[in-house]
């Protein structure tokens, strides 16, 4: 049989800064790429159309970046342990190539079974980090130092041009073919950022070369932060770009000089952005459960009204509703409104973080595993370690969109209320709903619940919650685990 290497693609679809393919090449046999679309992960709840035709595009963009050196990645349709035990049949494979995933309990099972396969076949699994983030971690000692000896090292050019590709048999691409309805992943939506590292470059450069000079002001803002902020979290979660590529041309552009500030604060949050992801990576048992079991006893049953009306974005508060319509066309919502979300879920509505964890995977383009459920738990204020924040969705919606611009964007229900009434349309006199024709309760709803003591009554909950001991007992523990040992400076 014909000796070969075989990279596995997951969420590292870039052909640069990639140390798998690199070293697949330095091994010296013929390669194979290969990303398989596997129906448990497509059917998982957290899963949507929107990633998949991301990753389509990701790999048409990668296909296309190789083709001059007669490469390609083979994309299969099946579960990965079955295509590897029928690839084991056909060659004589040396080593498997790939990155370390910090994903849901679906990936990390078959992570599992992939290694009980490989390692009864005696060929190496050669495995390597992303995002700076380290396996086998048990607390935080020197992750920090250890993140930036990561960002901040050599980026080792991938050689294509020695690479040698495996022909790929025929029948065996036959039998794993994607089925019919994957064709809706090769159709174009342009609401959505495309997929793939030309795009991921461009969002990149334009953001270090103009965007940024009005990040740190616009962060915040629902409507102004969809062109200052970066843009390049789906990138950074479908590994079109890798961190260390953004932390050193964002450290390139720092050095020039000009807008500094924003820079060096976009830079800090590719830190954070590690760090949740490392929390995840030592705990991911937070998919289902709060990292702080103390909380788990204060669960209460699901109101899926409540929760229906929260994810189809007809709770009554405009900001709100806006942020979830946003969300489910575009895929994309700055930090505060996403933030905004959940605390509106937990604590006005007092439904679990649980309720809402599949629902905002579906809808983030940029669903990354790592930071998803630590940052719902955080939002929540089920770790019993973070300061609670019951975000006020009135307050948030005459900050950050005072001219209701965002609102009436995704609430054209509601455009021709004043700008100074649109943040409480409940609060409208019965002249007032005549003028505008707005008839709350059928144009729009009435607020769900009341907006007068759901964050009191929520507030009084969740602090008495936060002092119970068993919570405070583990809280304690978590703070061993995950507290950085130096303040990054």
């Known amino acids: 049989m014909q000796k070969i290497s075989i990279v596995w693609l997951k969420r590292d679809l870039r052909g640069a800064d990639h140390p798998p393919i690199e070293r697949a090449i330095a091994a010296g046999y013929p390669l194979i790429l290969i990303y398989v679309f596997e129906p448990s992960l497509i ?37 990965v342990p079955v295509i590897l035990e029928r690839l084991c049949s056909v060659f004589d494979i040396q080593g498997m190539y790939s990155h370390q995933e910090s994903g849901i309990d679906i990936t990390f099972k078959r992570d ?20 700076g983030v380290k396996r086998g971690r048990k607390n935080r000692s020197n992750w920090v130092q250890d993140w930036f000896s990561y960002v901040k090292g050599p980026i080792q050019p991938v050689k294509w041009g020695k690479a040698t590709f495996q022909e790929f048999p025929k029948d065996f ?6 089925p019919e309805f994957t064709s809706l992943w090769s159709a174009k939506n342009p ?11 461009k969002y990149l450069k334009s953001f270090l070369l103009e965007r940024h000079r009005t990040y740190s002001k616009h962060i915040s803002k629902p409507e102004l932060s969809r062109k200052s902020c970066s843009r390049l979290s789906p990138y950074l979660a479908w590994g079109c770009l890798s961190i260390r590529q953004v932390y050193q041309q964002s450290d390139q552009a720092l050095k020039s000089g000009e807008a500094s500030k924003s820079i060096s604060n976009f830079m800090e949050r590719l830190r954070w952005h590690c760090h949740f992801i490392q929390k995840f990576e030592m705990e991911s048992s937070m998919e289902y459960n709060s990292i702080n079991r103390g909380f788990e006893k204060f669960k209460t049953e699901p109101n899926q009204f409540l929760i229906l009306a929260w994810q189809k974005g007809a709770t009554g508060y405009p ?7 946003c969300l489910i066309e575009t895929g994309y919502l700055n930090f505060r409104m996403r933030a905004m979300l959940v605390s509106f879920l937990t604590h006005h509505l007092r439904q679990n973080w649980q309720t809402g964890a599949d629902h905002l995977a579906r809808v983030f383009l940029d669903f990354e595993p790592g930071i998803h459920y630590p940052q719902l738990q955080m939002q929540a204020g089920v770790t019993g370690i973070n300061t609670v924040r019951i975000y006020n969705p ?22 021709s209320i004043p700008n100074s009434l649109i943040h409480e349309p409940w609060n409208l006199t019965e002249m007032e709903k005549s003028i505008y024709k707005i008839r709350l309760g059928e144009t729009y709803p009435y607020p769900i619940v009341s907006p007068v003591t759901a964050a009191s009554e929520a507030r009084d909950i969740i602090w008495a919650a936060q002092e119970d001991p068993e919570v405070k007992k583990e809280a304690r523990g978590i703070l061993a685990r995950h507290t950085l040992t130096k303040r990054w400076k």
């Open 43 to 79: 059917a998982a709840p957290q899963s949507d159309l929107r990633h998949w035709r991301f990753v389509w595009e990701s790999l048409s963009d990668l296909n296309e970046q190789i083709r001059s050196y007669s490469g390609v990645v083979e994309v299969l349709f099946g579960e």
């Open 191 to 201: 609401v959505f950022q495309p997929g793939g590292s030309t795009s991921g470059n």
């Open 112 to 131: 599992l079974e992939v290694k009980q396969i490989l390692s009864k076949k005696n060929i190496p699994w050669h495995e390597y980090p992303q995002q």
């Open 319 to 325: 900001l709100v509703d806006a942020c979830m319509r």
């Open 173 to 178: 691409r036959i039998e794993h073919e994607l």
């Open 394 to 415: 009135v307050k948030q919606s005459q900050d950050h969109d005072p001219e209701g611009v965002f609102i009436k964007k995704w609430l054209p229900e509601l455009t």
